[in-house]
């Protein structure tokens, strides 16, 4: 079956736009986690939609915000960028929210912001 | 605040020897680690796990080690090959995935090179 599918795969950006990234989980997860890597950092827990609701979240500000459609497709949203901004984007799908051989990581968004 | 650590940035290790990646955390109430390997351009895919009840899991060449006196875990591959070249994090939840709800905390990464 298809993996888990993030697009765009890269994304540059002036500071002070916007950008909307995707993730569609494998056919059949209803769980979608984003994360944020960056050098230095590891991946930082951004936020887990389950059947459209937002059911964790992670230290990130406001402008960084998401949602989860009925089909389970997933977008995060980034507002008002900054240099700080850039990194990659990764989501993870899972049936229940759960880790290990339960989810699965996409290639993820490598966003830049000039 | 960095909950899980991975002091040693990058590791290099000959072919066929023992690789040995460490991490500390200091979350008490972590109670399920777990190990992914990471290649350029692509997702991170799960190795292995261990939950806090136990101090050993293995998984062919790959073995876990929980110390939770010393909030320390590490990941032996033996042996070694020039395939496991990657950048491997350890993550830990606060549970088996049951309430955390895809939240891992994860280490910053250590880059292994394994030499022919």
């Known amino acids: 079956k298809a993996g888990v599918t993030q697009t765009p795969r890269y994304l540059i950006k002036t500071r002070g736009q916007q950008v909307t990234l995707s993730c569609s989980p494998i056919s059949g997860h209803r769980s979608v986690s984003w994360y944020q890597q960056t050098p230095g950092q590891g991946l930082q827990f951004l936020f887990e939609?389950?059947?459209?609701?937002?059911?964790n979240k992670g230290n990130f500000p406001g402008r960084f915000s998401g949602r989860q459609f009925s089909n389970s497709r997933s977008e995060m949203n980034v507002s008002t960028l900054e240099l700080g901004d850039s990194a990659l984007y990764l989501c993870?799908?899972?049936?229940?929210?759960?880790?290990?051989?339960?989810?699965?990581f996409g290639q993820g968004t490598r966003l830049t912001v000039v | 605040d960095q909950q899980v650590k991975q002091n040693s940035p990058s590791l290099s290790v000959q072919e066929g020897r023992i690789s040995i990646l460490n991490c500390d955390y200091t979350?008490?109430?972590?109670?399920?680690f777990l190990w992914y390997k990471k290649y350029p351009a692509e997702g991170p895919t799960f190795l292995i796990s261990i939950s806090s009840i136990k101090d050993k899991n293995e998984d062919g060449r790959f073995t876990v080690f929980l110390n939770k006196s010393a909030k320390h875990l590490s990941l032996h591959i033996v042996p070694s090959q020039p395939g496991d070249s990657a950048v491997y994090f350890c993550a830990a939840s606060l549970d088996a995935g049951g309430t955390s709800y895809g939240k891992l905390t994860f280490g910053q990464g250590t880059i292994l090179t394994v030499h022919p």
């Open positions: 939609y389950f059947s459209e609701t937002q059911r």
């Open positions: 993870a799908s899972s049936q229940q929210g759960g880790f290990g051989k339960e989810a699965f």
């Open positions: 979350n008490s109430m972590f109670d399920y």
